[in-house]
């Protein structure tokens, strides 16, 4: 546990940054909670092949192969992040999913190779690197929000599993992400009403042999503790809760954040 602050010779300092290559190579780590870092360095915790869970609930930056050959890590919380470097989380093979609410920019080759990262949230990312999510082959579903303006080369190559892209742009973004020719022929491109056409013209999402319109959010059914959040017939259902002032609160964001 990384203390909120530390006192050295009489004095005391507030712990916001988590410095280069601070804890590379810690094999025996297993768990990490950093309640008031804000920014985690290069290599901070590169190669900690024990590692399984990362708490940041405030961290607004991580940086280059921060989380590198983290092979066991299978938990990441960083609600506040809005940057993620290049190469962060690449050959963590363990990792399964990834909610980034806040993070704008995903570096370079961020997740490359993480085989097992079947679902990722990214509503607010306006900046996909190249490589960014190479070879995520359990990945079945990407939904990617009108927001972004830059999708790198190779974002999503070897994306095997892909079977659903969801885009939002009224005007389609024209880039090289390289999807599979398996993607491309198999996978439904979910696209907005009225646009299907624009999507046809332009680089990758021209090749995508199916194309569907609609006004979709990607998410179909969403279970909670006691509660749902569903769409049905292109509406949001919220099912649970006792309608008291103790119930759940229930918050549902677009794709766009």
């Known amino acids: 546990v990384i203390p909120a602050e530390v006192t050295y010779d009489g004095r005391t300092y507030q712990v916001t940054t988590i410095g280069d290559g601070a804890f590379g190579s810690c094999e025996a780590l297993t768990s990490v909670s950093m309640p008031v870092a804000t920014t985690i360095g ?3 915790f590169n190669s900690c092949d024990k590692l399984t869970s990362v708490s940041m609930p405030v961290a607004t930056t991580i940086g280059e192969s921060a989380f590198s050959g983290c092979h066991a890590l299978t938990s990441v919380s960083m609600p506040s992040v809005t940057t993620i470097g290049n190469d962060a989380f690449n050959y963590c093979s363990a990792l399964t999913s990834v909610s980034m609410p806040s993070v704008t920019t995903i570096g370079e080759s961020a997740f490359y190779y993480c085989y097992a990262l079947a679902s990722v949230s990214m509503p607010s990312v306006t900046t996909i690197g190249g490589g960014a999510f190479y070879y ?7 939904d990617i929000p009108a927001s972004v303006r830059l999708i790198g080369d190779y974002a999503f190559e070897g994306c095997s599993g892909l079977d659903s892209v969801y885009c939002h ?4 973004l024209e880039c090289s992400p390289g999807f599979d020719i398996k993607v491309r022929e198999n996978a439904i491109l979910y696209v907005p ?4 056409d624009a999507y046809r013209s332009v680089d990758p999402w021209r090749w995508f042999i199916n194309i569907e319109e609609g006004n979709y959010s990607g998410i ?7 509660l749902s959040v569903k769409v049905i017939d292109g509406a949001i259902v ?11 609160v229930v918050e549902v964001y677009s794709a766009g954040g």
Do not use: F, N, R
């Open 42 to 44: 290069d290599y901070a």
């Open 136 to 142: 995520c082959s359990a990945l079945t579903s990407v």
């Open 169 to 172: 742009w009224e005007k389609p």
């Open 193 to 196: 009403t009225g646009t299907i």
């Open 220 to 226: 179909a059914d969403t279970p909670g503790s006691g």
């Open 238 to 248: 919220i099912e649970g809760g006792d309608g008291t002032a103790s119930a759940p």
